[in-house]
Nanobody, 124 residues
Framework: QAQLVESGGGLVQAGDSLTLSCAAS????????MGWFRQAPGKEREFVAA????????YYADSVKGRFTISRDNAKNTVYLQKNSLKPEDTAVYYC?????????????????WGQGTQVTVSS
């Protein structure tokens, strides 16, 4: 079964940029639509961005549109989240996940399971 490992988080200042990576094991990664989600302290996990299996289409939450860019490299089994103009409200643990995607409906797929996520903290 495929596994997901997020990396690239850290402590940054407002206005900075950061790129997150999600490496997937397994040979079926290129068939998955993929998404990024985040969970801030005391809040529910929320959708951030999604990309189709081919990389031809991308979708974003209104709160990050124009600032974040999702991309993927199927040869490397990796999906990325480029984050620019970071704000303190972007502070959260970020997770990647395979998703069911019928925009505007996006929901996490059962498999692969959630990874441990990567913490992003944006100071003001």
């Amino acid at each position: 079964q495929a596994q997901l490992v997020e990396s690239g988080g850290g402590l940054v200042q407002a206005g900075d940029s950061l790129t997150l990576s999600c490496a997937a094991s397994g040979r079926t990664f290129s068939t998955y639509n993929m998404g990024w989600f985040r969970q801030a302290p005391g809040k529910e996990r929320e959708f951030v961005a999604a990309i189709t299996w081919s990389g031809s289409s991308t979708y974003y939450a209104d709160s990050v549109k124009g600032r974040f860019t999702i991309s993927r490299d199927n040869a490397k089994n990796t999906v990325y989240l480029q984050k620019n103009s970071l704000k303190p409200e972007d502070t959260a643990v970020y997770y990647c996940k395979a998703v069911h995607l019928r925009w505007p409906e996006v929901s996490p797929a059962k498999d692969p399971e959630w990874g441990q996520g990567t913490q992003v903290t944006v100071s003001s």
